[in-house]
């Protein structure tokens, strides 16, 4: 059997073969996409988490990266230039 659903999300809890947020796939003994994620709001470090799932219910452990969106509203102090001396 091959990968039929994928959940992604920001909790490391593993889902519920049930859960509405599994996204169903064509199914493919490996499976490779680029999906849209909508982090949270904030800033500070975001984790996303991944599983995949067969059609008998089988769920995979996760998968994860991060990103730190950090904000910088601070405008420089003192800047400077030379041209030519």
């Known amino acids: 059997m091959g990968v039929t659903h994928y959940y992604a999300y920001e909790s490391s ?25 909508t982090l949270s709001s904030g800033f500070g470090t975001k984790t996303v988490y991944v599983w995949f799932r067969d059609n008998a219910g089988n769920v995979s452990s996760s998968a994860s990266d991060s990103i730190t969106l950090i904000s910088d509203t601070t405008a420089p102090s003192n800047p400077s230039i030379t041209i030519s001396n």
């Open 13 to 37: 809890v593993t889902p519920s073969v049930t859960d509405s947020k599994w996204v169903r796939v064509s199914t493919a003994t490996s499976y490779s996409s680029n999906v849209r994620f």
